[in-house]
């Protein structure tokens, strides 16, 4: 366990799920890398030697950038080399993933500048993206989504996610969502699990 | 970590946190016993040879006995003199318990039959119980606190539990509550860690 005795933040906590679900060769996807420090932690979960993939995606060039700069630095070459950096939207994922055989989808929604047009542009892409990415999600596998309800955009991308998730069977999801009850501005951890 | 992979029921990640905060030799508290599973498992934490203090508390008689009944049961006799039962109101703690002392208060409200006065009389006796708790409690230490918003009664119980710990400075207080979306009967937990 990371931070073994703080329940402090959102970070402790999915810290917590990413190292209890993720086991070496494993398959994992950072569905929205922004500046890699996310996908790091994911890569030194999974990857080892030459077994397991992470494919790290961002719709910003910028993001990819930065994250593979970080990487760089930080990884060892052998590990990097089983890095895949997509630039793209997260809406659709790379075809060659198969379906039922990733362990782990993490989403951090960070904060979105502008109007309601470009909130509900964006809302829809990150339902779309994760009716895909639980297609791809293997058995006992989770999606981790960070949000930001802290600002009026991420407040109503958060309620559209958990009206969503609240329609999912019970008999195939198992759907959990945290929330930091004395920090206003603090983001929420939403953790949708396949059952095995 | 008990269930590795399971994420299915607040009692997983209820166990999940006692686990990782609980160690041999600390002085915990079940304040609702009930039919002493709880008990059980936290005793199975704290109690090693001769150190670690559990207390049991409940103010039903019934419920004293069956906690006895399966912890006799259940736990090596030289651990069970550990276990301290306490017929009673957990509005007051024992006298003898020290400030700053206890690892982790575990409480369950489980269901409440019965109307409005009885709701509100069991609201305030939770809420005063829960100030009397947080000064017991030891740095790093945590309350975890299951509810029943599944049930009109077990709602109001919850929102007040709710609204008082959105007032806890976020200095001093970590609180987060788990809510399981797609399933409406599920008790949710709430845990208050002191911070250090």
Known sequence: ???????????????????????????????????????????????????????????????????????INWLPKELLQKVFFVEGSHETFPNHIQENSVKLIAYNLGYLPGGDKALTTRTASTLNSLAAAQKLLM?????????????PEGLAEESALLQYTEQLSSHLWNCCHHRWLNRLKSPSLLIIQKQK
């Not at 058995?139 to 600002?151: E, K, L, M, N």
Request: one cysteine or more.
């Open 139 to 151: 058995a006992g596998g989770i999606i981790s989504i960070t949000c930001y309800p802290g600002h």
């Open 1 to 71: 366990m990371i931070n073994t005795s703080s329940f402090k933040s959102h970070l402790d906590l999915a810290h917590r799920y990413w190292q209890e679900v993720i086991t070496f060769g494993d398959t994992v996807i950072d569905a929205t890398c922004g500046n890699g420090y996310d996908t790091l932690t994911l890569s030194k979960l999974a990857l080892k030697n030459d077994s397991g993939k992470v494919y790290a995606i961002d719709i910003q060039s910028c993001a990819i950038a930065k994250s593979k700069d970080l990487l």
